[in-house]
C-alpha cells in the first residue's frame, strides 16, 4: 500500500531510473547514446550554437544506436566493394539544361569579371555573384569546382635514404582483386589480415590512464594519435603501389586499453607477409 508522501526502499527501487528510461528511449529511436557536444561559430555573423554529433562508436554495449549504423553501413560496403567480382563501371549522368546553364552562366560572368579587373575597374559586385553561382553549381548536384584546380603540393619521399626500397608496379585503375580456381573448378580470392599496432607508451593501469605519469611518453602518444591517419593512407598507398593495383580494404580502426591506436584491415589479394612488413617499415619512414 502506498500512503502519500511515504514509500518503502521497495518501492522506490522499484520505480525505474529515469536515466534508464532516457537510455532505453535514445536506443529504441536508433539515437546516439554519448552524443559529442560541439559549439560552432559561424565567421561571418559570430553566432554560436551547440551541435551534437553521434559518438560513431562501432560497439554495442558502448552506444548500440550508433554499432547498428555502423554494422549496417559495412554490410553495404562490403555488398557492394569487397564482394565484388567484376570492375563496377560508373558512368556520370549526363548534365542537366538547369546545370548547363548554370555553368554558362558563370562563364559569362567570369568574362565580365576579367575585362573589368583588366580595365582596372573594381570587380567587387561580380565577384559576389561569382560566388553565388559557384554554390548554385554545387547545389545543383555538379561535382567538382569549374576552376582548375590549384597545382597540388607534391611532397616526394622519393630521394630519402632511411625509407625502405619497395618495389612498385605502375598502379592500374582497377580496383578487383585476382581470382584463383581450385582443380575442382571452386574460385577464390585470397585476402590477408593484418593489424597494425603502435608501440607502448609505457605502462597504463586498468582504465588506461598512465600507471608511471613521469615516465609516460606523452609526446609519442600524441604524435601518434595525430598522425595515425595519414601513417595508415601511407600504408594503403605502397600497399598499392606494391600490388600495382587500386586494391580496395576493410579496417577498423580500434584504441587499445593503452590508448594506442591500433587497425585491422582485410587487403584482398595475396600480398607476402614480409612485403607488408617492408611497406609497413617504409611508411613510418616517411613519416618519421
Ligand atoms: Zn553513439
Same mark, same amino acid.
Given at each position: 500500500m502506498v500512503t502519500a508522501g511515504r514509500t518503502t526502499r521497495a518501492q522506490r527501487m522499484a520505480a525505474p531510473l529515469a536515466r534508464t528510461v532516457v537510455r532505453d528511449l535514445a536506443a529504441e529511436h536508433g539515437a546516439c547514446l554519448r552524443p559529442v557536444q560541439l559549439r560552432r561559430t559561424e565567421i561571418d555573423t559570430g553566432h554560436v550554437e551547440q551541435v551534437l =554529433?553521434? #559518438?560513431?562508436? &562501432?560497439? /554495442?554495449? !558502448?552506444?548500440?544506436? #550508433?554499432?547498428?549504423?555502423?554494422? =549496417?553501413? @559495412?554490410?553495404?560496403? #562490403?555488398?557492394?566493394?569487397?564482394?565484388?567480382?567484376?570492375?563496377? *563501371?560508373?558512368?556520370?549522368?549526363?548534365? &542537366? %539544361?538547369?546545370?548547363?546553364?548554370? !555553368?554558362?552562366?558563370?562563364?559569362?560572368?567570369?568574362?565580365?569579371?576579367?575585362?573589368? /579587373?583588366?580595365? $582596372?575597374?573594381? &570587380?567587387?559586385?561580380?565577384?559576389?555573384? =561569382?560566388? %553565388?553561382?559557384? %554554390?548554385? =553549381?554545387?547545389?545543383?548536384?555538379?561535382?567538382?569546382? !569549374?576552376?582548375?584546380? @590549384?597545382?597540388?603540393?607534391?611532397?616526394?619521399?622519393?630521394?630519402?635514404?632511411?625509407?625502405?626500397?619497395?618495389?612498385?608496379?605502375?598502379?592500374?585503375?582497377?580496383? *578487383? $582483386?585476382?581470382?584463383?580456381?581450385?582443380?575442382?573448378?571452386?574460385?577464390?580470392?585470397?585476402?590477408?589480415? !593484418?593489424?597494425?599496432? #603502435?608501440?607502448?607508451?609505457?605502462r597504463v593501469g586498468e582504465d588506461g590512464a598512465p600507471a608511471d605519469p613521469d615516465t609516460y611518453d606523452y609526446t609519442r602518444a600524441a604524435r601518434d594519435a595525430l598522425h595515425f591517419a595519414a601513417l595508415f593512407d601511407r600504408f594503403i598507398q605502397n600497399l598499392r603501389r606494391f600490388t600495382g593495383y587500386d586494391l580496395q580494404y576493410f579496417a577498423a580502426i580500434e584504441p587499445q586499453r593503452r590508448l594506442a591506436p591500433h587497425v585491422h584491415h582485410l587487403p584482398p589479394d595475396l600480398v607476402a607477409i614480409n612485403r607488408g612488413r617492408q611497406i609497413r617499415r617504409r611508411a613510418s619512414a616517411q613519416l618519421g
Open positions: =554529433i553521434p #559518438c560513431g562508436h &562501432t560497439l /554495442a554495449s !558502448v552506444c548500440p544506436s #550508433c554499432a547498428e549504423r555502423a554494422r =549496417i553501413l @559495412r554490410a553495404a560496403q #562490403c555488398r557492394e566493394g569487397w564482394h565484388l567480382d567484376h570492375e563496377p *563501371v560508373i558512368d556520370p549522368d549526363p548534365a &542537366t %539544361e538547369d546545370q548547363r546553364a548554370l !555553368v554558362t552562366d558563370r562563364a559569362e560572368t567570369q568574362e565580365a569579371r576579367d575585362l573589368l /579587373a583588366s580595365a $582596372g575597374v573594381d &570587380t567587387g559586385d561580380l565577384d559576389e555573384q =561569382i560566388g %553565388e553561382l559557384d %554554390e548554385a =553549381i554545387t547545389d545543383s548536384g555538379l561535382r567538382g569546382r !569549374v576552376l582548375p584546380a @590549384r597545382p597540388r603540393r607534391h611532397r616526394s619521399t622519393r630521394r630519402r635514404q632511411d625509407a625502405a626500397p619497395l618495389p612498385r608496379r605502375p598502379v592500374s585503375s582497377r580496383t *578487383v $582483386g585476382r581470382t584463383y580456381f581450385a582443380p575442382d573448378g571452386k574460385m577464390f580470392r585470397p585476402s590477408l589480415f !593484418v593489424t597494425l599496432t #603502435c608501440p607502448s607508451y609505457g
